[in-house]
């Protein structure tokens, strides 16, 4: 069934976007709806994914930003040339010391916004594992009654499973990233924000 765990914390990383927020990077994009969000609040945005046949479903949806076919861990991001940053259950696709070059490509105050995934390694992991099986029934169920939402929900972009425990990704981000928060979401999901000091 179409719900995608994702899409259901776009409102809770929309919240995130600073105030006067005028530039954006979607890190592995996918077919971009979030990156459509975010440009239709009026934000300059680059959205980047390393799999061809997302960007390609992204481009023909179309929607404002740029989309950009490349891996983020080859590029050479501009420095301090983002108000925000974000990375929808794409980072644990990557080394996760690549937040360096994410943080560094933060103007100052801009947020960077990670939706995590992480496996289940301990008995509270499980336990919230546990909270959430029937909260997804249910709205799986919802949504699929709600029907399909666009030309490119038929392209999924690739899926890896994450392999960092949520403590070994506290640990890394007090290093990398400091003064970030953590919070552990239903669905299998952590929220990192960190921001840039001004």
């Given at each position: 069934m179409p719900f995608n765990h994702n899409d259901h914390y776009h409102r809770t990383l929309l919240r995130r976007v600073p105030k006067g927020c005028r530039t954006a990077l979607d890190v592995g994009c996918g077919t971009g709806r979030f990156a459509r969000r975010l440009a239709s609040?009026?934000?300059?945005?680059?959205?980047?994914?390393?799999?061809?046949?997302?960007?390609?479903?992204?481009?023909?949806?179309?929607g404002g930003p740029r989309f950009h076919h490349a891996d983020i861990t080859e590029m050479e991001l501009p420095e301090g040339r983002y108000d925000y940053i974000s990375c929808l259950a794409s980072i644990h696709h990557m080394p996760f010391g690549t937040v360096a070059a994410l943080r560094d490509a933060l103007a100052p105050g801009g947020v960077l916004a990670i939706l995590g995934c992480y496996p289940e390694r301990s008995a509270v992991d499980y336990a919230w594992?546990?909270?959430?099986?029937?909260?997804?029934?249910?709205?799986?169920?919802?949504v699929a009654a709600a029907g399909p939402r666009g030309r490119a929900e038929g392209t999924q972009a690739p899926v890896m499973r994450p392999e960092m425990s949520l403590e070994e990704i506290r640990k890394e981000a007090a290093t990398l990233l400091p003064g970030a928060t953590i919070r552990r979401l239903l669905f299998w999901r952590y929220l990192l924000v960190y921001r840039e000091p001004n």
């Amino acid at each position: 069934m179409p719900f995608n765990h994702n899409d259901h914390y776009h409102r809770t990383l929309l919240r995130r976007v600073p105030k006067g927020c005028r530039t954006a990077l979607d890190v592995g994009c996918g077919t971009g709806r979030f990156a459509r969000r975010l440009a239709s609040l009026g934000i300059q945005v680059d959205a980047v994914d390393p799999a061809a046949e997302v960007i390609e479903a992204a481009e023909a949806e179309g929607g404002g930003p740029r989309f950009h076919h490349a891996d983020i861990t080859e590029m050479e991001l501009p420095e301090g040339r983002y108000d925000y940053i974000s990375c929808l259950a794409s980072i644990h696709h990557m080394p996760f010391g690549t937040v360096a070059a994410l943080r560094d490509a933060l103007a100052p105050g801009g947020v960077l916004a990670i939706l995590g995934c992480y496996p289940e390694r301990s008995a509270v992991d499980y336990a919230w594992s546990l909270a959430a099986i029937p909260v997804n029934a249910a709205t799986r169920l919802a949504v699929a009654a709600a029907g399909p939402r666009g030309r490119a929900e038929g392209t999924q972009a690739p899926v890896m499973r994450p392999e960092m425990s949520l403590e070994e990704i506290r640990k890394e981000a007090a290093t990398l990233l400091p003064g970030a928060t953590i919070r552990r979401l239903l669905f299998w999901r952590y929220l990192l924000v960190y921001r840039e000091p001004n």
